[in-house]
């Protein structure tokens, strides 16, 4: 029987007082281009390039043009960035309120509460409020903690280990899901047109309406005292077909963009959009996995939702679309299923680990 791995909650070493971080969470000086703190980063970013910010309610208009204009748009910010802001989404802002609201209340109920829903990664059970094991290239830890669960559909979800408090996390989330997964459809759509396919292909080849998952994990980064040695999140691309993110309009996402560190502004009403590997693969590498990473601060508390959209883990293949390979573009991806690719993923970075 496995033994429980003991992993330190960063909220208690937060608010314990110190003024260094611990060995563990101190990044190797190889990582360390462009850490520091998220407040002064996004301050320093304002005459850089910024990521593209792009109104998805032009995809609604009557008018042909403006809707070839929001598919050219989100075509090129995949191609070039593999990521966006997306605006005009219609997920009303009220809600957004109160998801972000349920999560913040949920991690500030005291230690003790939040840990009658800790998970057990020694054992497989990843669903629920963690922190996380140096299991990483690095063999270091981040500075966050987390609570993370499958949220749609709802016939998988698991609501023994969603939060009970507050009161209304199981409502506030499960209406959240069904607005994204309908922006889901429209991302998916508007990135098969922008490759010259059918507008429902991407979606179906990731199974459809009732296969794809959505899994949340709500991040929260404490205050960190030297946060250019830290990070919340290690550098990292996502293996979901589209990551979906909210935050609570704390700066520290960075992705890496024509071979720079860029820091995301904090763009009112928009959803962050990701691209993921299997998107990537999908497309034969026409659309890129954004590289990127999650920097923290000295002042104030970071939490911020990613959605991650996953093809069925078994089911669904991983392959280049053959309307995508041809003589002059051929496959750049070998055939694999989506779990496959998360094991082969996380044994590189094991491997990569092992040699350093």
């Not at 909220?11 to 360390?32: C, F, H, K, M, N």
């Not at 002064?40 to 970013?45: G, P, Q, T, V």
């Not at 910010?77 to 966006?84: E, I, L, R």
């Amino acid at each position: 029987m496995a033994t429980k791995v003991f992993v330190p909650r960063v909220e208690s070493l937060a608010r314990s007082g110190i003024d260094q971080i611990p060995t563990e969470y101190v990044r190797p000086e190889s990582e360390r281009d462009h850490l520091g703190d998220a407040l002064e980063a996004e301050k320093k970013s304002v005459n850089g390039p910024q990521i593209p910010i792009i109104d998805i309610k032009m995809f609604d208009s009557d008018d042909e043009a403006v809707r070839k204009q929001c598919v050219e748009e989100v075509r090129s910010a995949a191609v070039n960035w593999g990521v966006m802001h997306i605006v005009g989404h219609g997920i009303p802002a009220e809600l957004i309120d109160r998801l972000r609201e349920a999560g913040k209340r949920f991690f500030d109920l005291p230690l003790e509460e939040k840990e009658k829903y800790a998970n057990d990664q020694s054992s497989g059970m990843i669903q629920g409020y963690g922190s996380k094991l140096a299991n990483n290239a690095s063999g270091q830890l981040e500075w966050e903690d987390y609570f993370f669960h499958l949220m749609f559909p709802e016939n998988q979800t698991n609501l023994s280990i969603w939060p009970r408090y507050p009161p209304d996390y199981t409502e506030v989330t499960k209406e959240f899901a069904k607005e994204l997964r309908v922006v889901m459809t429209k991302m998916f759509n508007l990135l098969s047109l922008g490759v010259g396919l059918p507008a429902e292909k991407l979606e179906a080849e990731a199974g459809g309406m009732e296969n794809i998952l959505l899994q949340m994990k709500i991040n929260y980064y404490p205050k960190c005292p030297q946060p250019s040695l830290a990070v919340g999140v290690e550098a990292h691309t996502d293996v979901s077909r589209l990551s979906f993110i909210l935050h609570n309009n704390v700066p520290g996402l960075q992705v890496f963009y024509d071979g720079k560190w860029v820091t995301a502004k904090c763009v009112p009403d928009s959803i962050v959009v990701h691209v993921g590997d299997s998107l990537e693969i999908l497309t034969n590498g026409l659309y890129k996995s954004v590289l990127h990473r999650g920097l923290v601060n000295k002042e104030k508390v970071r939490i911020s939702w990613a959605v991650f959209a996953e093809p069925d883990k078994e089911k669904v293949l991983l392959r280049p679309l053959p309307e995508l390979v041809s003589d002059a573009a051929p496959p750049k991806y070998e055939l694999r299923t989506f779990a496959q690719h998360v094991r082969q993923k996380l044994f590189k970075k094991e491997q990569e680990a092992a040699t350093k």
